[in-house]
């Protein structure tokens, strides 16, 4: 079963009708590239309105279809994901995003709502650094420097 397909099955048993709208949207969405925000939605979309659009992301992200990203600039992207709750990890250097999905913050969670007797129903992290190949291609010319200078002293 493809993507768009289980979509809109999942829609559909949540008594969802998959309108020519929503059809659209989750064309658009299913052909974007790996991350997206509403624009992209609304150029791959024509005919389908901006409130549509978003009624539509917010459907699919309550059904844990999509999920949103915050780009460090500020900006809300949105993914597909059926992975439940997560969180991402963002290369600021080829930006690449990654899921994790071991979010350990509840004890952070537990001791926030007992010091504010705030009700906490939910959170967002990103965290944001540079991936593994970013690491990987930014060390390897500069340890052979190194080595070459070591080799010269010696
Ligand atoms: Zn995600
Ligand atoms: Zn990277
Ligand atoms: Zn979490």
Redesign the pocket.
């Known amino acids: 079963m493809s993507d768009r397909e289980l979509i809109v099955k999942h829609l559909g048993l949540r008594g969802h009708r998959v309108t020519g709208s929503r059809r659209r949207v989750l064309d658009a969405l299913l052909a974007a590239p790996a991350h997206f925000t509403v624009d992209d939605v609304l150029q791959r979309a024509p005919g389908v309105g901006r409130a549509t659009v978003f009624r539509t992301m917010k459907l699919l992200q309550d059904m844990n279809v999509v999920c949103r990203v915050l780009m460090e600039d500020g900006s809300l992207h949105y993914r597909l994901s059926t992975t439940g709750h997560h969180h991402h990890l963002l290369?600021r250097?080829?930006g690449?995003i990654e899921d994790f999905v071991n979010c350990d913050v509840s004890a952070l969670v537990t001791e926030l709502s007992s010091n504010t007797e705030f009700e906490i129903e939910g959170h967002w992290l990103e965290v944001y650094g540079?991936?593994q190949?970013?690491r990987a291609r930014s060390a390897g010319p500069a340890d052979k420097r190194a080595i070459g200078s070591a080799a010269d002293v010696g």
């Open positions: 290369c250097h080829c690449r540079r991936c190949s970013c």
